[in-house]
């Protein structure tokens, strides 16, 4: 048990600093009096109370933390804290343990799946509640701790490798890591008030501006309302939500390092920022003249519009709606669920295996076929003028098997329970990806609510996988990780 030690002490920090954000909720549902006060005066109890014994129970344990520890420390806040925020909604909506746990899984690992209906008449506070778990879950509860921990004598690279995603994790933007995330959530923080202000400006209430902008830059796809973006049908709001979008699908790194230098050149060096505005953009129109061709719509420039939204929300993982887009040809979903899985670059707050490995894997696969040609030949791979060490590449070959693995043995799992296939597959890929909505059962129009309580663990499973890059999770649940 005391082998780790300063982790339990680390994680009691973390889970009375996850217990000061239920402030908000808490202060908001006594100013509109929305009848969720008890659940949120038991649940802040609850959570500062057992951060706080575990805290103190460990207090004396102050040791640099290792590359074990901070394996372990990832996978506990993920799967520790959605139990604590789960409690609001167990005591107000009166919903099980299993579907407030999906729920607040799913708010915090960005993914955006809801089991709950009737978005629109949910007290202010837990609709408030479920929207900040995205926002706080989006850059990394991690990040924000390793900023201030060390400040209480624990330091946080290890913590920092574990959460960051993509294969290259001992890149450094500044000197010390503190001021790394310290300057990821300045950034964070400011381009997310600019999505609010521009919510606003497009038409939306306060409260729905600052809920979907929490949403939008964590790229969850909560929404407070059941119809999601459909409810508003307004163009400028969509435009505003395409455009933070696409800027919370890219590095924020890269956008660290073009606000601090005051300059777009970041971008143009960025190996996965063109890949990623060009795939989507090539996509937008293929697909948005296709659906029109079929009939979808009768005019181009409304399907354009439809497609260039729904399909930028599922490609960026985010899980918004306008349409019901499960009734366009079948081709459009899927290609959309496709891009899902790795459109988004590494650095950002989106889902599936990133740009950057699909770009090695490309590349590795482009090497082969020249080497069967030219046995004899040299050839390295390169982004962005670098040449990738041969570490990076099995890594990302093991992370593309392991990922297919993942969802091939999932998806059996959920057809064996009696699932459709096309529910069980699309469920398991939104769920790995943190997209959010599948298809069937699991479709933009419907919840996640007519799953069975095991297939809901199932998504759940995946969506920690997803959202801790698989193996972050799968060393921990290896018995040699337990090994002294």
Known sequence: MTRFAPVYRALGMIIMLFGLTMLAPLILSYAVNDGAQTAYDEAFALTMLSGGFLWYRYRSCKRDLTIRDGFLMVVLVWTVLPAFAAVPLMLHLGISHTDAYFETVSGLTTTGSTVLSNLDTLPMSINLWRHQLVWVGGMGLIVLAIAILPLLGIGGRQMFKAETPGPMKDAKMTPRIAETAKGLWLVYLGVSIACIVGYRWAGMTWFDAVCHGFSTMGLGGFSTHDASFGYFDSPEIE???????????????????????????????????GWFLGVTGISIIVVGIYIWKDGAYPELHTALRHVAFNLVSIATTTGYASVDYALWPIFAPLWMLFLSSFATSAGSTGGGIKMIRALLLYKQVYRELLRAMHPAAVYNIRIGGHVVPQSILFAVLAFGFMYMVSVVSMTL???????????????????????GPGLGVVGPSTTYAALEDFQTWVCIFAMLLGRLELFTLLVVLTPAFWRK
């Open 239 to 273: 435009a505003v939500c395409i455009l933070f979008m696409l800027i919370a699908g890219m590095n924020f790194g890269t956008l660290f390092l073009a606000v601090y230098g005051r300059s777009l050149r970041p971008y143009l060096h960025d190996p996965e920022a």
């Open 413 to 435: 799992t959920l057809a064996f329970t009696g699932l459709d296939i096309v529910s069980a597959f699309t469920a398991v890929v939104a769920s790995v990806n943190n997209t």
